[in-house]
Every structure is written in structure tokens, then in C-alpha cells.
């Protein structure tokens, strides 16, 4: 099996996970009737998004956390939600790829998720938190 190598190889796993993303009991929902997403003008944005990504080329310019806040507004996204997205984006890529960016693919998902999850609930993107030690006292 390949590893992802091109836009193309993008085109083809971006197209395969969203079509399982709106067959899936969970999430198409959530994309159909809630995003009511037009696969036609956000597929390019995506691969836009995964070659930047995966390959570093700067075509994505868009601010994805600012679309998922405004979704979760309309329809409140948790953890079982991002949770399944990870997991059908890892089994796309599992079924189609192997290889250094199939894994970065799938590590920086879960990032991502991660990351969405947390700023949503209120929290920072970074999985690194400061540590507060108590003021002394006067």
C-alpha cells in the first residue's frame, strides 16, 4: 500500500472519508442536516487544508475553529463526536495508505480533534498547560 504522495492521493482520501462521514450514524447528521455541508464547495477546501497540512504548501487560508464554533452553537459537538471523526479519518487512511504521512495525517487529526475539542469547552487549543503556583502571601 502507497503512502499519501499528492493532491491527488488527498482529493481521493478526503472524498472517501466525507462520503463515510455522511453515511455514519453519528456524524452524518451533524453534516447533512445541521452543517447541511455542500460537498462540491467544501471538499477543495479541505484538500486545501490536508496538503498544507501533510505537505506544507500554505493552500489552505480559512479558519476552521471559527466554522466549528459557529456549528457548535446550532448542534453542541463533544467528545464522542470528535472521537468518531478521528476514528473514520484513521480507517479511510488505514484502508488506503500506508507510510510517514499516512501517519502524520492521522497523528495531526487527532491534534486537531484534541485541540477543537478544548477550545470549544472553553479551554486552550494547547495540549500544554501552565501550572499556577500560589502567591505568596502579604
Keep these: 500500500m502507497a503512502d499519501i504522495a499528492d493532491r491527488a ?10 462520503r463515510r462521514a455522511f453515511a455514519d450514524d453519528l456524524l452524518g447528521p451533524v453534516f447533512i ?8 464547495a467544501h471538499l477543495p477546501i ?9 505537505f506544507r504548501t500554505g493552500a489552505y487560508h480559512g479558519s476552521a475553529f471559527r466554522l466549528h464554533v459557529d456549528l457548535h452553537r446550532r448542534e453542541p459537538l463533544g467528545e464522542r463526536h470528535f472521537d468518531r471523526w478521528w476514528e473514520l479519518w484513521c480507517g479511510t487512511i488505514d484502508d488506503r495508505h500506508a507510510g510517514p504521512k499516512a501517519e502524520l495525517a492521522k497523528a495531526q487529526a487527532g491534534r486537531i480533534a484534541q485541540s477543537m475539542l ?10 500544554h498547560h ?3 503556583t500560589r502567591q505568596p502571601s502579604s
Design 130 to 132: 501552565t501550572i499556577r
Design 118 to 127: 478544548r477550545r470549544l469547552n472553553g479551554g486552550t487549543g494547547s495540549e
Design 33 to 40: 442536516d445541521v452543517a447541511r455541508m455542500d460537498l462540491t
Design 46 to 54: 479541505m484538500c486545501d487544508f490536508w496538503e498544507t497540512v501533510l
Design 9 to 18: 492521493d488527498i482529493t481521493a482520501l478526503v472524498t472517501d472519508f466525507y
